[in-house]
């Protein structure tokens, strides 16, 4: 089997791939509540194990057999600390042929295919909204990131006021539950058994802070 021209298009985005090539690019992609993110596009190789059951002369239903479990792969994973979140698989470009399992009857088909990810870059500047709102500070979400911290340190002059709906304020504006807020990436690290990354946040500087 040859090239293909399928166009796939996945709202969860997940796979263990090993990536042959990025390019980097922005891409009109909506993902999330204020996601405003820097996407790549990389093609990739992977290894799709297809059941005897599914095996057909003609390849239509074999074609659509590997197109889902490649799309139930890619959801399995959430992201990799190499490639970053997996936001949808783009085009199946080559499947090659089969290697039969001979205890199983199983064919594993390698495949090439392109993907877009996302990964956090120190110094990028994201949009987000408040998630939760503690003492020392702030949990934000953008887009497929859901574990991005702001210390009180780093929102320059906001103090922090409790009550039944805690937030943040200044003289100017007030950062509480659901505020949309363009901020800075200062630095993040990988989490392995959660298979995400977790993000330190300021909103000290230029142009950052509640929208």
């Keep these: 089997m040859g090239h293909s021209d399928f166009t796939l298009k996945c709202a969860n985005n997940h796979a263990l791939i090993s990536a042959e090539s990025y390019q980097a690019t922005k891409l009109d992609i909506s993902f999330g509540r204020y996601s405003a993110m820097v996407f790549l596009e990389a093609e990739m190789s992977w290894n799709v194990l297809i059941s005897p059951s599914q095996l057909d002369r003609k390849g239509l239903l074999l074609r659509k057999a590997i197109i889902v479990r490649l799309l139930e792969d890619v959801t399995n994973k959430r992201a990799s600390k190499e490639h970053g979140y997996y936001i949808a698989v783009n085009q199946l470009k080559a499947i090659s042929e089969g290697k039969v399992r001979e205890l199983t009857g199983d064919v594993l088909f390698p495949i090439t295919f392109t993907c877009i990810t996302q990964k956090p870059m120190k110094g990028e500047i994201l949009l987000g909204y408040v998630d939760r ?79």
């Design 133 to 211: 709102i503690l003492k020392h500070g702030v949990f934000l979400k953008s887009g497929p990131t859901e574990s991005i911290f702001m210390a009180e340190k780093s929102m320059s002059d906001y103090k922090y006021i409790g009550g039944e709906n805690p937030m943040f304020m200044n003289d100017h504006s007030k950062l509480e539950k659901d505020t949309a807020v363009r901020f800075k990436v200062m630095g993040f690290r990988w989490m392995e058994a959660d298979r995400q990354f977790q993000l330190l946040a300021t909103i000290a500087g230029d142009f950052l802070g509640p929208l």
